[in-house]
């Protein structure tokens, strides 16, 4: 398996602008995680869905962010509108069952100027 | 509000030394701790502990975990320079099976 894919790998936009981040997790693994990193707070946890469906979103930061997974194959994150402090690494995780270890993709490096 | 604390925030050592990672917890409904080696890009992972005095080993790397004063260690003997990384500690714990809490990282780095 390719692992978990992510992307796009690097994205700049600007303020105000929607942006739209993509996940395919690994085959097989029933759970998918968003999280967001920045040198400021870490790592931390957005949203994580089981069999397509939120769990829970409670680490989504306001109502600009959003996430959706149409299938067990693919979830997008986005931000309606980007903000700069929004700037940081988006990671896509998954997991075949809960308390397992946890598959990162290699991240998308968000800009927002 | 759960509550996972790494230290040290960042270690110099030299090559062959022996470093040993702490990371404590204060969180609601324990599920799992995991390590979680990070060096430029995805964090990638080392141990899960569930169960206090077990520990896990892998190599030079081993861990453990206490579940009565709620930390954990990690050690790493005869460190590397590959061994140079920022060390994750996640807590797995609430209601929500699935819902991790990451400490700030251990940044370590090993010289020649």
């Known amino acids: 398996d390719a692992g978990v894919i992510q992307s796009p790998r690097h994205e700049v936009t600007e303020m105000g602008q929607e942006v739209t981040l993509r996940c395919k997790p690994i085959s097989g693994h029933d759970y998918l995680f968003w999280y967001r990193q920045t040198m400021m707070r870490g790592l931390e946890l957005l949203i994580y869905f089981n069999n397509n469906v939120p769990i829970d979103d409670s680490g989504m930061p306001e109502d600009r962010f959003s996430a959706k997974m149409p299938n067990a194959s693919f979830s997008t994150l986005k931000i309606q509108p980007s903000e700069p402090r929004d700037s940081a690494v988006y990671f896509c995780?998954?997991?075949?069952?809960?308390?397992?270890?946890?598959?990162f993709g290699q991240g998308t490096r968000l800009t927002v100027v | 509000e759960d509550k996972v604390v790494q230290s040290p925030l960042s270690l110099v050592v030299h090559e062959g030394d022996t470093v040993t990672l702490n990371c404590s917890y204060e969180v609601t409904n324990f599920r799992s701790l995991l390590w979680y080696k990070q060096e430029k890009k995805a964090p990638t992972f080392l141990f899960m502990l569930?169960?206090?005095?077990i520990e896990k080993k892998s190599g030079r790397l081993s861990s453990i975990l206490d579940k009565k004063e709620l930390f954990s260690i990690l050690n790493i003997t005869a460190t590397q320079t590959g061994d140079s990384a920022v060390y994750l500690c996640?807590?797995?714990?609430?209601?929500?099976?699935?819902?991790?809490?990451f400490g700030d990282g251990t940044t370590l780095t090993v010289k020649p």
């Open positions: 569930t169960s206090s005095g």
């Open positions: 995780a998954s997991t075949r069952q809960i308390s397992t270890e946890a598959f």
């Open positions: 996640a807590v797995e714990a609430g209601a929500n099976a699935g819902k991790s809490t």
